[in-house]
């Protein structure tokens, strides 16, 4: 299984941005489907983005399209969530995780299919 490994949240006002990185180990990385996910306090975990093992197909939560984008870079080992304009709602602690696929253009939000988390990164936003 890949190890992966959550950075770049932080706290920031309303408006402003914030770009979340998931590290993953090993060489087969660009094998692997990567979804975000963010769980706020007393709330359910939701999916926010997913991004297909050739960064071919994307798919995004409608609450997030249009502010957010997620990209990887199979040779630096790393999947990025650019996030702008941001919400008091956005907060919560966000999560990146894999699944093996053998389609390239293969993406999927739920998380029951990801079998590899990281330890989350927290992202405040105030109003």
């Known amino acids: 299984q890949v190890q992966l490994v959550e950075s770049g949240g932080g706290s920031v006002q309303a408006g402003g941005s914030l770009r979340l990185s998931c590290a993953g180990s090993?060489?087969?990385?660009?094998?692997?489907?990567i979804g975000w996910f963010r769980q706020a306090p007393g709330k359910e975990r939701e999916s926010v983005a997913a991004v297909s093992r050739n960064g071919g197909t994307k798919s995004y939560t409608d609450s997030v399209k249009g502010r957010f984008t997620i990209s990887r870079d199979n040779a630096k080992n790393t999947v990025y969530l650019q996030m702008n304009s941001l919400k008091p709602e956005d907060t919560a602690v966000y999560y990146c995780?894999?699944?093996?696929?053998?389609?390239?253009?293969?993406?999927?939000?739920?998380?029951?299919?990801?079998?590899?988390w990281g330890q989350g990164t927290q992202v405040t936003v105030s109003s």
């Open positions: 090993g060489r087969t990385f660009s094998s692997y489907v």
């Open positions: 995780a894999a699944r093996d696929a053998s389609d390239n253009y293969y993406v999927s939000r739920r998380a029951s299919e990801y079998n590899s």
